[in-house]
């Protein structure tokens, strides 16, 4: 989201004269455009504010923080970060442009801060990619879920759907500039619900309607945009009317991250999900029953306060039930301002990092053996650029979110075709053109 969000903004500003700076050390206008849904994350700015408060004693610019952190910390930056100029939250974006624009024209107060966090309403952009061949999409914004231990629904508020005009006009739009594959995001796009505006009070349009409408129209006029995906995907929303529409012949890639955070069901209640195991493996079931080929990936958090010996054998156990093409797995760490601030964190740092350890170990190895039962299958790939080590060999995309190798010509670049795959070297496929 950060990163669709972050290139409307450069997009933005190209628009009111501003351009990219080759690097920070000679920009005009720095922006931190924040992400607070892990600990690290923070750290990592806080860090970034540390080296341009040096910086600022070097030479003069402005210097912008913006986003979740601009959202959560408002007060604690303001204070232990007084050589940020502008601090904006998540809705004031627009309000960021206008005042930069400003600022061209020299009309910021350089002795006190612009502070832009306090109302207005979280607006889409119109245009969220500028260059390559893949562009993530926002079509909504924000959480009802609470999950425990999760700060989203704080600091993105709540779920706001974007008009389906403003979607296809924006792929349109892409199309034009080179797109060849679109994902669509949202904090739960399972949840994605349009119910049109005042002149349209019977249309409502679900995630599943959104993406027929968009597959409908891009193979009515045999769009240059070949793919499309999604994210995030809540286990508990995802329809079975989705599934079926991911089983038949359409654009979407046969590939679902489906975080299921937890095997234990003690962990998932406390952790507010929202579904049982059991709920879980039967969707899991459903969705490999109907979608050929399908690629599963998820999210594992570990070290949830109560989490016993047990609860975590729990989620060994499903990792091995379900066979994830990938995870995403990480630590537990106490948001202040989350349900689970203020849950005793029981686990102890050492066993979290052994736990952790595990998780992964179990992970490379199912990655491993479900890659190596995929050689052999000739796949559509996105070829999205030259390979690193051999400028002869190209990189494409697969429809499962994975990487292949193969030898090519730069000419290819942008382009779909078709690749038998042949062995592995490392997560990455080698193969050749078909
Ligand atoms: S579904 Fe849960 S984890 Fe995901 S953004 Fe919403 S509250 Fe956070």
């Given at each position: 989201m950060n990163k669709a969000e972050s290139e409307w903004l450069e997009n933005e500003l190209r628009q009111v004269g501003w351009s990219r700076a080759p690097?920070?050390?000679?920009?005009?206008l720095v922006i931190l455009n924040t992400c607070s849904v892990r600990q690290t994350a923070e750290n990592r700015i806080w860090g970034r504010l540390g080296f341009y408060k040096r910086e600022k004693t070097k030479r003069p610019f402005k210097l912008a923080v913006m986003g979740c952190m601009g959202e959560r910390l408002k007060q604690e930056l303001l204070k232990q970060a007084q050589h940020v100029d502008i601090l904006v939250g998540n809705f004031r974006k627009k309000d960021f442009i206008s005042a930069v624009s400003a600022e061209v024209r020299?009309?910021?107060?350089?002795d006190k801060p612009l502070l832009l966090t306090e109302g207005g309403e979280y607006v889409f952009g119109e245009?969220?990619?500028?260059?390559?061949f893949k562009a993530y999409i926002p079509i909504m914004h924000g959480?009802?879920?609470?999950?425990?231990?999760?700060i989203v629904p704080y600091v993105r508020g709540r779920e706001v759907s974007r008009n389906p005009d403003s979607i296809m006009a924006e792929i349109s739009r892409l199309e034009k500039k080179g797109i060849r594959e679109v994902t669509l995001l949202g904090q739960?796009?399972?949840?994605?619900c349009y119910n049109g505006d005042s002149r349209e009070q019977d249309f409502h349009l679900n995630f599943s309607g959104l993406l027929e409408r968009i597959n409908y129209n891009l193979k009515e006029r045999n769009s240059l945009v070949e793919r499309l995906r999604f994210l995030t995907s809540h286990p508990k929303d995802l329809s079975d009317e989705l599934i079926e529409l991911m089983s038949g012949?359409?654009?979407?890639?046969?590939h679902i991250h489906l975080p299921?955070?937890?095997?234990s069901n003690k962990i998932l209640k406390s952790m507010e999900r929202g579904y049982t195991r059991e709920e879980y493996l039967s969707l899991v079931q459903r969705i490999k029953n109907s979608i050929t080929n399908v690629s599963l990936t998820t999210d594992i958090l570990i070290?949830?306060?109560?989490?016993?010996e047990e609860d975590f054998k729990a989620t060994l156990d499903l990792m091995e039930a379900v066979g994830f093409d990938n995870a995403f797995t990480y630590r537990y760490n106490p948001r202040e301002g989350?349900?689970?601030?203020?849950?005793?964190?029981?686990?102890p740092s050492e066993v979290k990092q052994e736990r952790l350890a595990s998780v992964i170990e179990l992970q490379s190895r199912t990655r491993k053996g479900l890659q190596r039962a995929k050689t052999g299958r000739v796949v559509k790939v996105l070829v999205e650029g030259t390979s690193k080590r051999n400028k002869r060999e190209l990189l494409a995309r697969m429809g499962s979110d994975e990487m292949v190798v193969f030898p090519g010509s730069?000419?290819?670049?942008?382009s779909f075709t078709r690749v038998e795959l042949l062995s592995l070297k490392g997560n990455t496929f080698t193969g050749k053109e078909i």
């Open positions: 690097g920070a050390e000679g920009a005009d020299g009309g910021l107060d350089p245009l969220h990619s500028v260059s390559g959480c009802n879920n609470f999950c425990s231990y999760c739960n796009v399972n949840s994605y012949d359409t654009l979407l890639c046969r299921v955070q937890h095997g070290g949830f306060p109560g989490e016993e989350t349900k689970a601030f203020s849950m005793e964190d029981t686990v730069g000419k290819q670049i942008g």
